[in-house]
């Protein structure tokens, strides 16, 4: 695993945002993996500027985010649809019929999860896969469990998930106690991962991120398996 650890949030978000528009200017027509939550929105900034200057385009860029709660409209406010038409989607070049993320109202969420991972292997697999991390370790709703599921599938989050989500809604009875997910082989079937980490309540995954040691206790360990990983945090995320 590859390590770049930043001076601050802004500067993680540069650096990381500079390797998202690498892989468009080498590949315009990449499919990158995203996702939602506090972490990556500075990055998404700094995209949404790079367009703007005519640096890069997301014109033939295809995505996939990670997850959406169920169920769960896309139109709500606090859906991830909404999330990355307003943080990213509606401020960039992008077409969207060409961005994708579970579909938070579909009647069958298995008959989804299988969907959503024939659609991601019909576009060839993700390129580079953008991923924050839970301060429990969590990857996509990939919540520490004894087993953990491959594909795409419906769970339910942890209490802890679900108190940190709470600061995005009203009170916490209002967060969704289950989602549509990626599985964990789905998101290691990516070519190259970029993963995000920055504050301090999240030095305890980092720290496991860098152990050497494999646990699906911290899921986000996990990814020391795959051959293309690079962490971008900051120094409170690294130093804690
Ligand atoms: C978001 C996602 C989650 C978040 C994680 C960290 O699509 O899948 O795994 O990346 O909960 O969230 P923040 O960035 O808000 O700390």
New binding site residues.
Partial sequence: MQVIVCENYDKMSREAAAVVANQLKKTPNSVLGL?????PVGMYEQLIRMCADGEISFAETVTY???EYYPLSPDHVQS?RFFMNRNLFDKVDINKANTHIPNGLAKDPDEEGDRYDKAVEAAGFIDLQV????QNG????NEPEEELYEGTHLTSLTQDTINANSRFFMKTSDVPTRAITMGMGSILKAKKILVLASGKNKHFVVSKMLSGRITTAVPATLLQTHRDVILICDKAAYEG
């Fill in positions: 996702a939602t939550g506090s972490t985010n990670l997850d991830y991923l924050g991390v839970g969590h990857i996509g709703f």
